[in-house]
Structures are given as structure tokens and as C-alpha cells.
């Protein structure tokens, strides 16, 4: 299994700036992703976070506005640049420890983003 | 991913089993039918996944059907803290182990 600390679990913030979440795995994970839950919705993958490179952005989101990081196996961060209002949403991580397809994945508890 | 479709919500009584569907008609051969759900204020939770044959775990059974068009989540004692946003989901070799989410069955589970 896999323990995902996610940081910050919630913030309200102004339009026009930038908030960077973390999501900290207790242990080494092969795949790590990023999903925007929007109110009353189901979840949207974002991106898949590549250790030592970019990562690879699904139709609709784009790195300007999405920079990710993920500089080792354990550790990530989303950046949610420039908000506006419709960037209100929960963002949650999410691992997978093997390209398996039958493997579970694991989630964290999500940072709810309220901006005003 | 394949699509799958759910009914929007389920209602159910405490203590008594309950049956969530799925259809997959689209499903490939290789692909994995997988269940989720999400309690309230939390991210997805892992329930059963299954490819050809039945499968039980603590949680749940997953019934798949002969053709594997279609699959049954069976809660078999719903409890008030199985009320979730439940999500069939198909994975296959090409989905980068990546989850495609749908619109889920919401269940409702009354005392």
C-alpha cells in the first residue's frame, strides 16, 4: 500500500496568484498523477507527473498553467497558476507502485482550492 | 479506457445487500474491470477489480458477467458508511495506468 500526504488540505485564495500543492508518498512510486475534481463533478486527470522531466499533460491543460514537478520517486507538486474563480476545485494526487494495469491506485485526500 | 456507464444514484436500506451495476459493452479482452469509490470529503478509495472470473475481498464481491459486458458490484451489508460516489472503470494495456473516471452511482444508504 501507499500513504499519500497531501499539503496544503485546503485554501482559499485571491485571483491572479499561485498556489502549489504537495503530495508526499511514504514510498517509492513508479507512476504519480494530478486530477482536478470540480463541484459535484467526477474526476479529470490533469497530468501525469514524470520524475526528471516533464510531465505529460492530458487534452485541455497546459504546463503554463499547470507546472508540475516531481524531482524523485516519493515526492510531487502542482502548481495552479494565475486563478481564477473557475479554478475552484479539489486536486488530488495520485500513485500507482507498478505499470501493472490489475494494480490498485492510491489517492491522497485531495487540497479543496476555493478562489475568490 | 473503454466507457462505461452507471446508473446516477442507488438507494438502499442498512444491513441489506446491495447490487451496483455496470455496463462495458465496449470492454477488450485485456482489459481489467476495476471499482472505486469516493466517501464524502475524500479522494478515491480502491474497493475489487477483476478480469474474467468472479472475485470476492473484506469489501465487496464483483460479479462479471459470461460475455464481460457488464459487471455487478455486490455490497452484500450495507452499512451507513458505505454512502459513496461508486466508479466502474476499465484499464487496459495502453491507459498508462492512468484511472479514467465516469460519472459514478451515488448510493444512499438509509437507516
Known amino acids: 500500500s501507499a500513504v499519500i500526504s497531501q499539503k496544503p488540505s485546503r485554501d482559499i485564495c485571491q485571483r491572479g496568484t499561485s498556489l502549489t500543492i504537495q503530495c508526499q508518498v511514504d514510498s517509492q512510486v513508479t507512476m504519480m498523477f494530478w486530477y482536478r475534481q470540480q463541484p459535484g463533478q467526477s474526476l479529470t486527470l490533469i497530468a501525469t507527473?514524470?520524475?526528471?522531466?516533464?510531465?505529460?499533460?492530458e487534452s485541455g491543460f497546459v504546463i503554463d498553467k499547470f507546472p508540475i514537478s516531481r524531482p524523485n520517486l516519493t515526492f510531487s507538486t502542482l502548481t495552479v497558476s494565475n486563478m481564477s474563480p473557475e479554478d475552484s476545485s479539489i486536486y488530488l494526487c495520485?500513485?500507482?507502485?507498478?505499470?501493472?494495469?490489475?494494480?490498485?491506485?492510491?489517492f491522497g485526500q485531495g487540497t479543496r482550492l476555493t478562489v475568490v | 479506457d473503454a466507457k462505461t456507464t452507471q446508473p446516477n444514484s442507488m438507494e438502499s436500506n442498512e444491513e441489506e445487500p446491495v447490487h451496483l451495476p455496470c455496463n462495458h459493452s465496449?470492454?477488450?479482452?485485456?482489459?481489467?474491470i476495476h471499482w472505486y469509490r469516493q466517501l464524502p470529503s475524500q479522494g478515491p478509495e480502491y474497493v475489487i477489480h477483476?478480469?474474467?472470473s468472479n472475485v470476492n475481498n473484506r469489501m465487496a464481491s464483483l460479479a462479471i458477467a459470461e460475455d464481460r459486458k457488464s459487471s455487478t458490484l455486490i455490497l452484500h451489508r450495507a452499512t451507513l458508511r458505505d454512502a459513496a460516489v461508486y466508479y466502474c472503470i476499465l484499464r487496459d494495456n495502453n491507459a498508462g495506468n492512468m484511472l479514467t473516471f465516469g460519472g459514478g452511482t451515488r448510493l444512499m444508504v438509509k437507516p
Open positions: 465496449t470492454i477488450s479482452g485485456t482489459d481489467y
Open positions: 495520485s500513485v500507482a507502485q507498478t505499470l501493472d494495469r490489475a494494480a490498485e491506485a492510491f
Open positions: 507527473a514524470n520524475q526528471g522531466s516533464e510531465a505529460t499533460y
Open positions: 477483476g478480469l474474467t
